[in-house]
């Protein structure tokens, strides 16, 4: 099994930016496809971003994409979300998530291991 704990959110103006990090522990990082969720009160959770076990493959919800940027450094057992250009819209609690697939994945249900999750609201 893998434990992810999210950080680095907070309060930042339209068109500013943050970085969003999730740190693994447990089983080797590098095992698990990682996924960003993000959900607000009333809302389905959605997907933001995925990213495959080597972080060679990744991709984005349409919301996001040429804003936010998903990577992940293996040799230290975590994962980031660099959001930029952020909009009130993109307001949520952020989600880290780490699945058992193969492959990228942007289905809930397929992730095995959550984090807390860390706020992001954006200010117009």
């Given at each position: 099994q893998v434990q992810v704990v999210e950080s680095g959110g907070g309060l930042v103006q339209a068109g500013g930016s943050l970085r969003l990090s999730c740190a693994a522990s447990g089983r080797t990082?590098?095992?698990?496809?990682?996924?960003?969720?993000?959900?607000?009160?009333?809302?389905?959770?959605?997907?933001?971003?995925?990213?495959?076990?080597?972080?060679?493959?990744?991709?984005?919800?349409?919301?996001?994409?040429?804003?936010f940027t998903i990577s992940r450094d293996n040799a230290k057992n975590t994962g980031y979300l660099q959001m930029n250009s952020l909009k009130p819209e993109d307001t949520a609690v952020y989600y880290c998530a780490a699945s058992n697939r193969a492959y990228v994945t942007?289905?809930?249900?397929?992730?095995?291991?959550?984090?807390?999750?860390?706020?992001?609201?954006?200010?117009?």
């Amino acid at each position: 099994q893998v434990q992810v704990v999210e950080s680095g959110g907070g309060l930042v103006q339209a068109g500013g930016s943050l970085r969003l990090s999730c740190a693994a522990s447990g089983r080797t990082f590098s095992n698990y496809v990682m996924g960003w969720f993000r959900q607000t009160p009333g809302k389905e959770r959605e997907f933001v971003a995925g990213i495959s076990r080597s972080g060679i493959v990744s991709y984005y919800a349409d919301s996001v994409k040429g804003r936010f940027t998903i990577s992940r450094d293996n040799a230290k057992n975590t994962g980031y979300l660099q959001m930029n250009s952020l909009k009130p819209e993109d307001t949520a609690v952020y989600y880290c998530a780490a699945s058992n697939r193969a492959y990228v994945t942007k289905i809930s249900a397929d992730y095995n291991y959550w984090g807390q999750g860390t706020q992001v609201t954006v200010s117009a």
